[in-house]
């Protein structure tokens, strides 16, 4: 694989037919659906390592190991070497969902500040469970379903994390001033 990276070839408005049959997660209902070869899709923003795409009037995030049905390099799926030590499991998590945007908005939910928090929890057989704490930034927004599929899909790629689950709460209820710095100068809310 090259340094470069792919979706930076990508823009708003571009119109891609798709090279074969790709999974996708719908928006935003958050459920794995087929889109089928040949299907034009429109892209509507590429970041992290997912794009979002638009198909006869409807959104779908296609996530980075898939983006060769859109004519691009794959990117592989972000995982850990069996012996990874605790510290780069949870940097790995931390990792992953630094890579997971709401897909109407070009700023990670981590920087968004809609992680509340993140545990990881080792079982007695050696398994790992991930339990996410996150908010939206409206509690009538519909796309946790969305991110909390892509966080899930990326963090499951350490073969340590057996599970990932996402708890959406609205207390205390999201703000502006829960974002970093470097997202409220990317969103113009300085």
Known sequence: ?????????????????????????SIPFGKTVTLAEDSEVSVMQAKGSSVSVGHEGRLYLIEGRNLDALGLEALPRPTLPEDASEEE???????????????EIPVNIVDLGLVYGCRIERLITGERIVTIRMTLTAPGCGMGDVI????RNKILGAPQISQVHTEIVFDPPWSREMMTDEAKLELGMF
């Open 1 to 25: 694989m090259s340094d470069k990276d792919p979706l930076a070839t990508l823009h708003k408005g571009q119109t891609l037919p798709l090279q074969r049959d790709v999974e996708a997660i």
């Open 89 to 103: 499991i949870e940097r790995f998590v931390w990792d992953q969902l630094r890579t997971c945007f709401d897909p």
């Open 148 to 151: 909390a599929a892509d966080a």
